[in-house]
Protein backbone atom coordinates (compact mmCIF):
# COMPACT_ATOMS: atom_id res chain seq x y z
CA UNK A 1 0.00 0.00 0.00
CA UNK A 2 1.35 3.35 -0.53
CA UNK A 3 0.38 6.14 1.45
CA UNK A 4 0.11 9.75 -0.09
CA UNK A 5 3.26 12.06 0.17
CA UNK A 6 1.10 14.53 2.63
CA UNK A 7 0.48 11.86 5.25
CA UNK A 8 4.10 10.11 5.65
CA UNK A 9 5.72 12.86 7.34
CA UNK A 10 2.81 13.00 10.17
CA UNK A 11 3.35 9.02 10.75
CA UNK A 12 6.70 8.95 11.18
CA UNK A 13 6.78 12.14 13.25
CA UNK A 14 4.03 9.72 15.12
CA UNK A 15 6.26 6.96 15.34
CA UNK A 16 9.03 9.18 16.58
CA UNK A 17 6.37 10.90 19.42
CA UNK A 18 5.60 7.01 20.28
CA UNK A 19 9.39 5.91 20.81
CA UNK A 20 10.13 9.30 22.75
CA UNK A 21 7.09 7.92 25.14
CA UNK A 22 8.39 5.00 25.45
CA UNK A 23 12.01 6.03 26.25
CA UNK A 24 10.35 8.23 28.87
CA UNK A 25 8.93 5.01 30.74
CA UNK A 26 12.47 2.25 30.05
CA UNK A 27 14.31 6.06 31.82
CA UNK A 28 11.68 5.86 34.46
CA UNK A 29 12.01 2.48 35.01
CA UNK A 30 15.79 2.94 35.46
CA UNK A 31 15.21 5.81 37.88
CA UNK A 32 13.43 3.63 40.00
CA UNK A 33 16.21 0.96 40.38
CA UNK A 34 18.11 3.60 41.11
CA UNK A 35 15.91 5.15 43.81
CA UNK A 36 15.75 1.49 45.21
CA UNK A 37 19.63 1.53 45.65
CA UNK A 38 20.22 4.73 46.80
CA UNK A 39 21.63 6.08 44.11
CA UNK A 40 20.40 9.68 44.06
CA UNK A 41 23.15 10.83 41.69
CA UNK A 42 21.59 8.43 38.93
CA UNK A 43 17.77 9.50 39.83
CA UNK A 44 19.18 12.82 38.66
CA UNK A 45 20.61 11.63 35.91
CA UNK A 46 17.40 9.95 34.26
CA UNK A 47 15.38 12.57 35.55
CA UNK A 48 17.56 14.84 33.30
CA UNK A 49 17.20 12.68 30.36
CA UNK A 50 13.79 12.42 30.99
CA UNK A 51 13.17 15.91 31.03
CA UNK A 52 14.99 16.11 27.79
CA UNK A 53 12.94 14.03 25.85
CA UNK A 54 9.66 15.60 27.17
CA UNK A 55 10.95 18.57 25.54
CA UNK A 56 11.52 17.13 22.48
CA UNK A 57 8.03 15.56 22.31
CA UNK A 58 6.60 19.42 22.81
CA UNK A 59 3.19 20.60 23.60
CA UNK A 60 1.66 19.02 20.54
CA UNK A 61 2.88 15.69 20.65
CA UNK A 62 -0.67 14.30 21.88
CA UNK A 63 -1.85 15.71 18.49
CA UNK A 64 0.91 14.02 16.52
CA UNK A 65 -0.54 10.60 17.65
CA UNK A 66 -3.31 10.22 14.89
CA UNK A 67 -4.38 6.03 15.37
CA UNK A 68 -6.65 5.32 18.30
CA UNK A 69 -3.90 2.47 19.18
CA UNK A 70 -0.97 4.72 19.55
CA UNK A 71 -2.99 7.14 21.62
CA UNK A 72 -4.16 4.14 24.44
CA UNK A 73 -0.32 3.17 24.21
CA UNK A 74 0.70 6.61 24.89
CA UNK A 75 -1.95 6.55 27.76
CA UNK A 76 -1.06 3.12 29.16
CA UNK A 77 2.25 4.69 28.98
CA UNK A 78 1.64 8.22 30.61
CA UNK A 79 -0.25 6.12 33.39
CA UNK A 80 2.44 3.49 34.15
CA UNK A 81 4.94 6.60 34.37
CA UNK A 82 2.92 8.46 37.26
CA UNK A 83 2.73 5.08 39.19
CA UNK A 84 6.83 5.03 38.53
CA UNK A 85 7.15 8.37 40.15
CA UNK A 86 4.75 7.94 42.64
CA UNK A 87 6.95 4.97 44.15
CA UNK A 88 10.34 7.40 43.58
CA UNK A 89 8.58 9.98 45.27
CA UNK A 90 8.13 7.45 48.09
CA UNK A 91 11.54 6.64 48.18
CA UNK A 92 12.85 9.96 48.23
CA UNK A 93 10.36 11.61 50.81
CA UNK A 94 10.00 8.81 53.22
CA UNK A 95 8.67 10.97 55.58
CA UNK A 96 5.53 11.81 54.22
CA UNK A 97 4.12 7.95 54.11
CA UNK A 98 4.71 8.52 57.99
CA UNK A 99 3.11 11.82 58.20
CA UNK A 100 -0.18 10.50 56.20
CA UNK A 101 -0.49 7.72 58.60
CA UNK A 102 -0.26 9.61 61.40
CA UNK A 103 -2.72 12.20 59.83
CA UNK A 104 -4.71 9.42 59.33
CA UNK A 105 -4.57 7.89 62.55
CA UNK A 106 -5.81 11.19 63.81
CA UNK A 107 -8.58 11.59 62.20
CA UNK A 108 -9.96 8.19 62.93
CA UNK A 109 -8.60 6.49 59.83
CA UNK A 110 -9.13 8.96 56.92
CA UNK A 111 -6.47 10.96 55.83
CA UNK A 112 -8.67 13.70 54.57
CA UNK A 113 -9.25 16.45 57.02
CA UNK A 114 -12.70 16.86 58.50
CA UNK A 115 -15.00 18.79 56.61
CA UNK A 116 -16.71 22.56 58.44
CA UNK A 117 -20.52 22.19 58.19
Known sequence: ?????????????????LERYRQIERITERMLAAAQADD?????????EVR?????????????LRDAGERRERL?????VLQLDGSIRSLAQPWQGRLDALLAAGTGGSARPPRSA
Open 1 to 17: MTRHPSTAPAAASASVA
Open 40 to 48: WERVRRCEL
Open 52 to 64: ALAELLGDDAQHQ
Open 76 to 80: QILRR
